[in-house]
């Protein structure tokens, strides 16, 4: 699925560094803002031990995990929404991702000078805020101006959608992101054309120096204490040190890092895995002797939708789901086992398809 999580935060807050450690496309990282003069896009695989373990019961010639699109913003800077600093270029590179990771700083380093002379994660989260309300901002007024237009030939619907988008430009007037405004679906259909930058799902990541990767500092408290009301997904990890795991090419070697690091697993693959999630989406299997593979769907998926991930001809000819739930597998150890106990169930088309489910399409064309 072609969905984008898109990286941004200030400059020289370590958002390359964990573009680098999560994406085989590798780029430049520099102690200069803005060294990068555009956005970089790279094919994540998402980390799923269940994969490795399904081998255990079906061997198989390859192993093929589920993927997300990751993009590397260059740092914004205050301004950015009036083409300051890197302008609305990467503005509308924002708008073009399906969620956000927000990584903040949350180090002191003498040798990385911060843009603003002074490490302070809250003002940096201020400042990206700001730039992309004022931005929301900018769109909700230009609609209102369309939408008064026709409202004044009498249309109740437009009437309606200009008082929709004055909520919507009070909220942001008062520094706020849309996504903590309380709207009805129904509402939300006079700005889903707008693409509005504040209403994406968003987590943060505080980038910390290596010693605190496990309890965070002082810095990864005042982000907490920011965020508190908001209720949004915060990570704790050390840039720098994921790099160094990024590079060991040793399973144990890695093993061994973390373990000296007090981490049970790279802080990176907990980011790709919530990456994943906030995207609103979930893996379901296809388990074989030619390749076990992981698929993605939109979470509430119906079974056709499902078959249309794995080829299109499946999802236009399909007939049924033979599915399977994971649990069941690995308890049971093989398909037959799993006919045998009734734990392979026949399903339609309005079968939901839920995480982890192992299917076999049945179709004709």
Known sequence: ??????IIGVANVGKSTLFNCMSSTKVETSSFAFTSNKSNMGVVNVPDPRLNYL??????EKIVPATVEIVDIP?????????????????????????????VRCFDDDQLP??????????????????????????????????????????????????VLQRYKDHLEDFQNVRTLDVSDSDRKFVEDLGL??????????????????????????????LDEEEAGILVLAARLESEIAELESEE????????????????????????????????????????????IR?????????????????????????????????????????????????GKNYMVEEADILHIRFNV
């Not at 914004?76 to 708008?95: P, T």
């Not at 994660?121 to 237009?149: F, G, Y």
Request: glycine fraction near 8%; hydrophobic fraction near 35%; include cysteine.
């Open 253 to 296: 070697d890695r093993r061994e890092f973390l373990e000296d690091a007090g981490l049970e697993e790279p802080g990176v693959s907990k980011l790709i895995r919530s990456a994943y999630s906030m995207l609103n989406l979930v893996s379901f299997f296809t388990v074989g002797p030619k390749e076990i593979r992981a698929w993605t």
């Open 197 to 226: 930058l504040t209403d994406k799902p968003v987590m943060y990541v505080c980038n910390v120096e290596d010693e605190a990767a496990t309890a965070g500092n002082s810095y990864v408290d005042q982000v907490k204490a920011y």
């Open 114 to 163: 911060h843009i603003d002379g002074s490490v302070n994660p809250v003002r940096d989260m201020e400042t990206i805020n700001l730039e992309l309300q004022v931005k929301d901002l900018e769109s909700v007024e230009k609609k209102m101006e369309r939408q008064a237009k026709i409202a004044k030939s009498g249309e109740k619907d437009a009437k309606r959608g200009v008082e």
């Open 55 to 60: 081998e255990k019961f079906q061997p198989t």
């Open 1 to 6: 699925m072609a969905l984008k999580c898109g």
């Open 299 to 347: 979470r509430g998926a119906l079974a056709p939708e499902a078959a249309g991930a794995i080829h299109s001809d499946l999802q236009r000819g399909f007939i049924r789901a033979e599915v399977m739930k994971y649990e069941d597998f690995i308890t049971l150890g093989s398909e037959q086992a799993c006919k045998d106990k009734g734990k392979l169930a026949v399903e």
């Open 75 to 103: 740092g914004l800077a205050r301004g950015a929404s009036h083409g300051e600093g890197v302008g609305n270029k990467f503005l509308s590179d924002i708008r073009n991702t399906d969620a956000l990771i927000h990584v």
